[in-house]
């Protein structure tokens, strides 16, 4: 059990992949602060998909963190880089992150270095798969290839 866990994701949408890696990090941690991209952040990444503002992600992220029981261990924080408090928490010990966020994790583990501050441990969360073997993601959900849960969506042929 570590005392404080980061994950953080922009969460287009909230999918079962990101249920997965909110979960993971709730499952390890006394307290978890999640980095939620803002607007400014979500700008300058360019995603191939409409991102809702950060008002609304904050909601739906919020209420999901409620239902879940995780709101009194939580700690909701507006990203304005891809690093957020994770290079400079001293209370910090431990990342979660996914398949594609290792990269991430590792360069900020050296910055945490060139501050002076221990690495993080770092748990990777496989990427949760929908049902036709492919990651989730929003672009696939935006695109109507799959819903949230990963569920193949089937149109219908004339």
């Known amino acids: 059990m570590f005392s404080r866990v980061g994950v953080g994701g922009t969460f287009s ?3 079962k992949g990101h249920k997965v890696l909110i979960a993971t990090a709730f499952k390890c941690a006394k307290e978890v602060v999640i ?21 609304v992600r904050f909601k739906i992220l919020y209420n999901f963190l409620k239902t879940q029981g995780y ?7 507006p990203l304005l880089d891809p690093y957020g408090p994770a290079i400079d928490d001293r209370r910090m010990d431990a990342i979660v ?10 360069e900020i583990n050296s910055l ?3 501050h002076g501050l221990e690495e993080l441990h ?7 798969l929908a049902e036709d073997g492919k990651p989730i993601n929003c672009t696939r959900i935006m695109r109507g290839e799959i819903d949230v849960e990963g569920r193949v969506i089937r149109k219908e042929t004339l």
């Open 122 to 128: 770092i748990i990777v969360v496989r990427m949760v």
């Open 71 to 77: 709101l009194s261990k939580a700690l909701i924080v």
């Open 97 to 106: 992150v996914s398949e594609e966020g290792y990269k991430r994790a590792l």
């Open 13 to 15: 949408l909230l999918h």
């Open 112 to 114: 945490r270095r060139k």
């Open 35 to 55: 980095g939620l991209s803002s607007d400014i952040l979500v700008k300058s990444l360019r995603k191939q998909h409409f991102v809702p503002n950060y008002e």
